[in-house]
């Protein structure tokens, strides 16, 4: 039992910045990992950055490596998406997902809880 809430979307202009979070309840959330996904309409939701239990260990979609910054604070159980030199193929409905393992992972099966999204358009 996991609720996840995803803020920061926005409108913003190509070559601009966004900082997305991810408020989660539950004290277990400490030990899980945690990812972003997105999905554009018409697509599949697709990878975007993963981070494990302890903060340290990251991976991230090719499309944003350089550019996205994934993040995490278990004592105030949230984790960040800094998003810059965004692009308008960023654009996209973003997901905070959580899976109740603490190694990250990038496949999307092996998440266990989802946000409800969050809208980034990124105009040119």
């Known amino acids: 039992q996991v609720q996840l809430v995803e803020s920061g979307g926005g409108l913003v202009q190509a070559g601009g910045s966004l900082r997305l979070a991810c408020a989660a309840s539950g004290r277990a959330f400490r030990t899980y990992a945690m990812g972003w996904f997105r999905q554009a309409p018409g697509k599949e939701r697709e990878f975007v950055a993963a981070?494990?239990?302890?903060?340290?260990?990251?991976y991230y979609a090719d499309s944003v490596k350089g550019r996205f910054t994934i993040s995490r604070d278990n004592a105030k159980n949230k984790v960040d998406l800094q998003m810059n030199s965004l692009k308008p193929e960023d654009t996209a409905v973003y997901y905070c997902a959580s899976r109740q393992n603490p190694i990250a992972a990038r496949n999307l099966d092996e998440y266990d809880y989802w946000g409800q999204g969050t809208q980034v358009t990124v105009s040119s």
């Open positions: 981070v494990d239990w302890r903060g340290v260990s990251t």
